[in-house]
């Protein structure tokens, strides 16, 4: 199927590495232009040059930025011209119990996971709204829905931009601008990887050995019953990205591996 992607230039937050960099994979792929970003100066630099490596005739570059720091942001910002598909990706996550989150906590991980989609939104929607054409995907999770209780902080940025991409649909109407928002579910991204790896370490397991106990301990109802790979999510986003899903507005897709009980 041709995604008609030939000539849409997109911006993807988070995207050095894990689904991020699988969504510049696959949009490279349907001839996109893409940018992509990272905190780090040099691993944004080294990712955009194994995507030239793997897509030697596709435009794409880097624009480095830490999305927790307001100068590099507004930085990055002006940096941004022509986007016909924002990609919001970018995220942070970590395992902490609710009575050992501090008031700095919530904010951090609500400034970096919410407030970078509405502060990309804000600055490329009016242009899209103005073109009548464009496509805005938040890349949100199933912790969304169903709040894990040792991350709750993270489930509640999650249902936020939940809620911001399907308020941010209602201005849409009448055009050719779309804005949704995916539900991924446990994903074997690098972070995911790295840590799965030193768990299997010390207790002289193989990987995947490991990666079945984990998905039976912390998924045992999931209808996948393994981890989602990050081009299982990016294949979503790139139909989300075409002219093809014009008809999808407003709508939370699940790629969550069947790991949501509700309908």
Request: charged letters at 20%.
């Amino acid at each position: 199927m041709d995604l008609k992607l030939e000539g849409k230039k997109a911006f993807i937050s988070g995207s050095t590495q894990g689904i991020g960099f699988a969504i510049a994979q696959q949009l490279l792929a349907e001839k996109a232009e893409v940018v992509i970003n990272g905190r780090n100066e040099e691993k944004t630099k080294t990712a955009v040059q194994k995507l030239q490596a793997e897509f030697p005739n596709a435009k794409v570059s880097g624009i480095n930025a830490d999305f927790g720091k307001k100068d590099e942001i507004d930085a990055l910002l002006n940096k941004l011209t022509n986007i016909d598909i924002l990609i919001n990706n970018v995220g942070v996550f970590d395992l902490k119990n609710f009575e050992d989150l501090t008031d700095e906590d919530w904010y951090k991980i609500f400034e970096i996971n919410v407030m970078s989609s509405i502060r990309l939104s804000k600055k490329l929607l009016p242009k899209m709204l103005e073109k009548k054409t464009g496509r805005i995907i938040f890349i949100s999770s199933e912790s969304g829905v169903n709040i894990p209780g040792n991350m709750i902080h993270y489930g509640m940025t999650k249902a936020a931009m939940t809620a911001v991409s399907n308020g941010l649909s209602k201005l849409t109407i009448g055009t050719e601008v779309t804005v949704n928002t995916i539900l991924g579910g446990p994903t074997y991204s690098d972070g995911v990887a790295s840590a799965i790896e030193q768990i299997a370490a010390m207790q002289n397991l193989e990987v995947e050995q490991m990666k079945s106990i984990i998905v039976q301990q912390t998924n045992p109802h999931s209808l996948l019953q393994r981890f989602i790979e990050p081009s299982e999510i990016a294949s979503l986003v790139a139909y989300l990205s075409s002219p093809l899903s014009l008809a999808t507005n407003g709508a939370s897709l699940r790629a969550d591996g069947g790991v949501l009980k509700t309908i």
